[in-house]
């Protein structure tokens, strides 16, 4: 009777952290999800059959009663910031230098331009694009357009 008391109890906190490891860690339907609700449910099953209908529907209740206790504080205590992204990236491509370049100046492909990749104007080096073409690595290239932060280039003759 113990051991079946043992057992219940391990399935069914092993299986909610891991719902909570699935929420914070590990965001989307993935294994540790699916593995922690189907201990969780083992769990509540084994209760079920081991212990009786009447203990069976005590653990349920506890656990579906646990369960939701443990998310709601995990919201309202702002844990959730702990694990959050707040740091964003507003940079941009060729942004520091996006005035040194003009309309016809001439460039040479570092990379193969397929349709983008990399050209060196004024010693330096920027990310380039065609306007569908490819042009190979070592070829000369005329800046054709300049749209903000994107370098529109063709294979200079």
Do not use: C
Request: proline share 3%.
């Amino acid at each position: 009777m113990l051991l079946d008391w043992i057992t219940v109890i391990l399935l069914i906190g092993i299986g909610l952290l891991l719902i909570v490891v699935e929420l914070v860690f590990v965001p989307g339907t993935t294994v540790v999800g699916i593995l922690g609700f189907v201990l969780t449910a083992i769990g509540i099953w084994i209760g079920y059959a081991a212990l009786g209908t009447e203990v069976g529907h005590i653990i349920l209740a506890a656990t579906v009663v646990t369960g939701a206790a443990a998310f709601i504080y995990s919201f309202q205590s702002d844990s959730w910031n702990y694990f959050a992204l707040k740091d964003q990236n507003r940079s941009h491509v060729n942004e520091e230098h996006q005035h040194a370049l003009e309309v016809g100046a001439v460039g040479k492909t570092v990379s193969a331009l397929r349709p983008q990749g990399t050209a060196i104007f004024a010693d330096r080096h920027h990310e380039v694009q065609t306007n569908g073409e490819f042009v190979s690595p070592n070829r000369p290239v005329r800046i054709i357009k300049l749209n903000q932060n994107k370098i529109i280039v063709e294979e200079a003759s």
